[in-house]
C-alpha cells in the first residue's frame, strides 16, 4: 500500500516552544494510531496534516497534496478537533449541514448528509437540539459527524474518545472500524494506548515532538531487544517447569507469585514460544493460562517514553 | 471566482443568523439608540432659539461621528475573524474546500448589513427626534447624516475586521486608534488632519455654508474637502484595507489557544 | 481483583485548623503578579505619568530655587522659560493640581487602572476560576477587596506615587521645610484625592469587567463609557446651554473637585457638591453592580 501521508523533517515551533521536531514519518492507508503522552506533539502533527498551520521546516504531503489552504485536498479528508468548539446557538442537524454545505453540496443533500452522519454517531434523537445544550459526549459526536458527513478519504481525528462515556466509546470505535473496512483511511490520536489497540495493530508513537517509534505493535515491540520480554505462566507445577526453563540460554530471570504463577523473562521470545508446548507435553505441568503483559501497546509506550 | 462568492453568500448567511443572537447586538442595539434618545431630549428640553439643524449637527458631528460610530464599528468589526479565533470554530471553516477571502467577506458583509442597519436607523431617528421643534432642517442635512453614518460605520468596520486578521486583540489597536490617534490628531489643525477616517467622514457631513454649523463650535470647519473628494479617499482606504485583510487571511495561520 | 486501601501512608493530621486573616491580600497579591508579569505594558503605561511628574517636580523645584536664586548656570531668559512653564502662579499647590487634572496623565492613568483591572474579573469568570476562589473560605469580600487592592495599585503607581514624589520634591527643594510647614494640607489633599480618583476608576473597572466575560470587551466598554458621558454632557450643555448636564462627565467632575479641594479658581459653574452627589452616585452604583454580580458568581459556585 502506498503511503497517503509523508513527512519528511518537519519540524514546526510556536515561537520558542518546539511542537514538532524533525519528524519524518511515512505512514500507509487503514487505520493508524497516533499516540503519544499529552504535549508530545499529537494535535501540532494533525494541525499541520489538515492545513491550519504549516511546517516552520521539512515537507509533508497527505494523499500527495501540500495541505495548507488546498482546497483539492480539503474535499478528500475530514477532521475532528480535540477543542470542544461548536456553534452552539445551531441545532446539531443545522451545524453539521452549514458544514457540509461548504464542500458544494446544495442545500437538500447538505441536510440528507447530515441526518445520516448523525445517525452514524447515534445523535438522531437530538439533532433538532441546540447544540449549546448538548452533554460533552454529545457535543464530541457531534464534531465527529460533522467530519464524516461527507465520505472523506482520509478521517483526521483528534483526541476522539475524550469525553465519551464507555457504551459511546465502544460505538465510536465501531464506527471507526467500519470506516475503515469501508476503505476510509482513519488517523486518530490518543492517549488512551489500550483503545488504540483494540482498533488498530498500526501506531505512530511521537513523543516530546520527535517520532520514536513506527509500525505493528508487534513489530515495534520485537526491535525491543534491550528490554526482555516477560512471559506470566499459570502451570500446575511451576517449579519442575522453571527448572527446565533454566536450560535456555535465552531466559533471564524467573520469578514465582502466588501457588501456581510463573513470570519468565526472554531475550528470545520467539524461540520461548516455539519450544514451550514441547516442554511442558514432555513434563506434563499443565498449563492452565499463558499471558505477555508486556508485549501490549502500554508496555511499549513505557519503555519507549521512559 | 464563482467558489468564492459561493462561499461568501453561505458564509453571510451563517454569519447572519449568529450576528442576530449575539450579546454583540444588544450592545450595538443600545449604542445606536443612544443618539436619538439624546435627540428627543434636547429637542424636548432646550431652550425656545435652538432650531432643529443645530441639534441634529451637533448630535451628529459630536457625539453620533466621533464617538457611536467608530465604537459600534469596533465592537461589531472586531469580531468578524476575531470571534472565530477566539471561539475556536474556524478550524471547521478553515478545513472546507472554500477560500479563505471568504471567511473574512462572508462574515463582514453580513456585519456590515447589521452596522447599517443601527446605524442608518439611527441617523433617521435623530432627525425625526430633532424635527419635533419648530422650524424646518437644512435642505439635505439629514441625508448628509445618514451618508456620514453609513460610510463611517462601513470604513471603521473594515477598518476594525481586518485588524482582527492581523492582530490577536483587535479591540484594544482599535481603541487606541480611535480615542487615542483619531482624536488627536482630527483636532489638530493642519494637513495631518487628512491622514484620519474622521476628517473625511466631517468632510461628508458638514457643509460650512449652513448656518446650522456654526453654532456646533467645530474647530477648522473651513479646511474640510468636498463630499464628493471625502467620499472618493475612504473608498480607496476600504478597498486597499479589504484587500490587505483578504491577502492576510488567505496566508495567516491562526494558533488556536485554549 | 484484590481490594486494598493504602490509608497508611497519608500521616493523621495534627494540630489545629486555623484561617488567615486578611485573606484579600493573598488574593489581591497573585492579582499584582500575574499582571507584572508582562513588564511592557507597565512601562508603556506608567512611563508618560513618570515623565509628567519629573516635569512638574522640575517646576516646583525651579521655582523654589528661583525664589532663593539658587539655581547657577541658569540665565535670565532660562529662568523666565521656567516661570513660563510653571504658569503665572508658581504655587505648589497648583502645580500639583495641575498635575492630578493633566489630561495626559488623567488619560494614562485611567488606561492603567483599565489595562490592568479589566480581565480582573472577566477572565475568572471565562476561565471558572471563581469556581475554585468561592469554594474555598472567601468571602465576597475577601474576593473584591482582593481585587479591587490589585487593579488600585497599578492606579497608585500611575497616580499617587508620581504625585508624592512631587510633593517630596517640593519638601525638599522648600526653604526651612517650609512647603511641610506651612502646606502640610496640601500633602494630605494630594493623596486623599489621588486616592478618591483611583478608587472610582478601579470600582468602575471592576463593575464593567464583572459584567462581561472578555479583558478585552470589559477595556471596550470602560473607554465606551468614560467617552460616550464624555460626550452626550458636552453635545447635551452645548445645545440647552445647562451646566447640569455637565455632571454626566467624569472629568468635569473630579476637574470640579480638584478645583474645590485645592482652593484653585474654577471655570464651571456649579456648586462642588453636586460634582460630589455625582462622583457618589457613581461610585455607588458601581459598587452595587459588582456585588450583585459577585452574589451571582457565588451562587454559581
Not at chain 1, 108 to 136: F, P, Q, T
Not at chain 2, 177 to 188: D, G, H, L, P, Q
Amino acid at each position: 500500500m502506498s503511503a497517503i501521508i509523508v513527512a519528511k523533517d518537519v519540524g514546526r515551533w510556536y515561537g520558542e516552544v518546539v511542537g514538532l521536531s524533525d519528524l519524518s514519518v511515512s505512514i500507509e492507508g487503514g487505520v493508524t494510531g497516533l499516540v503519544g503522552p499529552n504535549g508530545a506533539g499529537k494535535s501540532t502533527f494533525m494541525k499541520l496534516l489538515v492545513g491550519e498551520i504549516r511546517p516552520s521546516r521539512g515537507a509533508l504531503t497527505v494523499l500527495g497534496e501540500t495541505p495548507f489552504a488546498n482546497l483539492r485536498l480539503y474535499r478528500r479528508i475530514g477532521f475532528c478537533p480535540q477543542q470542544d468548539a461548536l456553534y452552539d446557538h445551531m441545532r446539531g442537524r443545522e451545524f453539521v449541514a452549514a458544514l457540509v454545505r461548504l464542500y458544494g453540496f446544495s442545500a437538500k443533500e447538505s441536510n440528507r448528509l447530515a441526518i445520516r452522519a448523525l445517525e452514524r454517531v447515534h445523535l438522531e434523537d437530538a439533532m433538532e437540539r441546540k447544540v449549546g445544550e448538548y452533554s460533552k459526549g454529545m457535543r464530541q459526536r457531534t464534531r465527529l459527524a460533522q467530519a464524516i458527513a461527507h465520505g472523506p478519504e482520509l478521517l483526521v481525528v483528534d483526541e476522539p474518545l475524550s469525553g465519551l462515556d464507555p457504551v459511546a466509546r465502544h460505538e465510536t470505535l465501531e464506527l471507526f472500524k467500519e470506516l475503515g473496512e469501508a476503505g476510509t483511511h482513519v488517523l486518530l490520536s490518543s492517549h488512551v494506548l489500550h483503545e488504540v489497540q483494540s482498533l488498530t495493530q498500526e501506531i505512530v508513537l511521537i513523543h516530546r515532538g520527535r517520532l520514536l517509534a513506527q509500525g505493528s505493535v508487534g513489530d515495534v515491540r520485537r526491535l525491543l531487544s534491550r528490554h526482555p520480554r516477560r512471559v506470566r505462566l499459570t502451570v500446575r507445577e511451576p517449579r519442575r517447569l522453571a527448572e527446565a526453563f533454566l536450560r535456555f540460554d535465552h531466559v533471564g530471570a524467573i520469578r514465582f507469585h502466588d501457588d501456581d504463577g510463573l513470570d519468565v523473562e526472554t531475550r528470545d521470545v520467539e524461540t520461548f514460544f516455539k519450544d514451550l508446548p514441547a516442554l511442558a507435553t514432555e513434563l506434563g505441568v499443565g498449563i492452565k493460562s499463558l499471558e505477555s503483559p508486556d508485549a501490549d501497546l502500554e508496555a511499549i509506550f513505557d519503555y519507549l517514553v521512559g | 471566482m464563482i467558489e468564492l462568492l459561493r462561499a461568501t453568500w453561505l458564509l453571510f448567511r451563517m454569519q447572519l443568523t449568529m450576528v442576530m443572537r449575539s450579546r454583540r447586538m444588544l450592545l450595538a442595539i443600545l449604542l445606536a439608540a443612544i443618539p436619538p434618545v439624546i435627540a428627543l431630549i434636547v429637542a424636548t428640553f432646550a431652550p425656545g432659539d435652538v432650531k432643529p439643524g443645530e441639534i441634529l449637527a451637533s448630535i451628529s458631528f459630536w457625539l453620533n461621528l466621533q464617538v457611536i460610530v467608530p465604537i459600534l464599528a469596533l465592537v461589531a468589526g472586531s469580531a468578524v475573524v476575531t470571534e472565530e479565533i477566539e471561539n475556536r470554530t474556524i478550524t471547521y471553516l478553515f478545513t472546507r474546500p472554500i477560500p479563505r477571502p471568504a471567511l473574512l467577506f462572508g462574515r463582514l458583509l453580513a456585519t456590515l448589513v447589521l452596522v447599517w442597519l443601527l446605524l442608518g436607523s439611527s441617523a433617521i431617528a435623530i432627525a425625526l427626534a430633532a424635527a419635533q421643534r419648530t422650524g424646518e432642517l437644512p435642505d439635505g442635512l439629514a441625508l448628509r447624516v445618514f451618508a456620514a453614518n453609513i460610510v463611517g460605520g462601513t470604513v471603521y468596520t473594515i477598518l476594525f475586521a481586518t485588524i482582527g486578521v492581523f492582530l490577536r486583540h483587535p479591540m484594544i489597536v482599535g481603541l487606541g486608534y480611535t480615542f487615542a490617534f483619531e482624536m488627536a490628531i482630527a483636532n489638530v489643525p493642519g494637513g495631518s488632519q487628512s491622514l484620519t477616517i474622521q476628517y473625511h467622514l466631517r468632510s461628508i457631513l458638514v457643509d460650512a455654508t449652513e448656518t446650522c454649523w456654526q453654532s456646533a463650535e467645530i474647530l477648522n470647519i473651513d479646511s474640510f474637502s468636498s463630499p464628493g473628494e471625502a467620499l472618493g479617499t475612504l473608498a480607496v482606504v476600504a478597498i486597499v484595507t479589504l484587500v490587505v485583510g483578504a491577502l492576510g487571511i488567505a496566508r495567516r495561520q491562526y494558533v488556536l489557544t485554549a | 481483583m484484590k481490594a486494598t486501601t493504602h490509608t497508611e501512608i497519608y500521616r493523621p493530621f495534627e494540630g489545629t485548623l486555623s484561617t488567615r486573616s486578611f485573606r484579600f491580600l493573598t488574593i489581591a497579591w497573585s492579582g499584582i503578579r500575574l499582571a507584572s508579569k508582562k513588564k511592557l505594558p507597565l512601562l508603556v503605561m506608567l512611563g508618560p505619568p513618570a515623565m509628567a511628574a519629573i516635569i512638574f517636580s522640575f517646576i516646583v523645584y525651579a521655582s523654589y530655587a528661583l525664589q532663593k536664586g539658587e539655581v547657577p548656570g541658569i540665565d535670565a531668559g532660562q529662568a523666565q522659560m521656567v516661570l513660563a512653564l510653571a504658569g503665572k502662579n508658581t504655587e505648589v499647590a497648583e502645580q500639583i493640581v495641575s498635575f492630578l487634572t493633566f489630561p495626559l496623565v488623567r488619560g494614562f492613568v485611567l488606561l492603567t487602572v483599565a489595562w490592568f483591572g479589566a480581565g480582573m474579573i472577566a477572565e475568572d469568570r471565562r476561565l471558572g476560576a471563581h469556581l475554585l476562589y468561592f469554594s474555598r473560605p472567601i468571602t465576597r469580600l475577601d474576593y473584591l477587596l482582593g481585587k479591587f487592592l490589585a487593579t488600585a495599585w497599578f492606579g497608585c503607581l500611575a497616580l499617587l506615587v508620581p504625585a508624592i514624589a512631587i510633593n517630596t520634591i517640593a519638601a525638599f527643594s522648600s526653604p526651612d521645610w517650609s512647603y511641610v510647614k506651612d502646606q502640610w494640607d496640601v500633602i494630605l489633599k494630594t493623596v486623599a484625592f489621588s486616592a478618591a480618583w483611583i478608587a472610582i476608576i478601579t470600582a468602575l473597572v471592576l463593575a464593567v469587567s464583572s459584567l462581561v466575560e472578555r479583558k478585552t470587551l470589559a477595556l471596550a466598554a470602560v473607554f465606551g463609557l468614560v467617552f460616550l458621558t464624555e460626550a452626550v454632557s458636552n453635545v447635551l450643555f452645548q445645545l440647552t446651554h445647562e451646566s447640569r448636564y455637565r455632571l454626566l462627565s467624569l472629568f468635569r467632575n473630579t476637574d470640579r473637585l480638584a478645583d474645590w479641594a485645592f482652593a484653585r479658581k474654577t471655570s464651571y459653574d456649579w456648586a462642588p457638591e453636586a460634582s460630589l452627589c455625582a462622583v457618589s452616585m457613581l461610585f455607588a452604583s458601581t459598587l452595587f453592580v459588582l456585588w450583585w454580580r459577585l452574589r451571582r458568581m457565588e451562587e454559581v459556585a
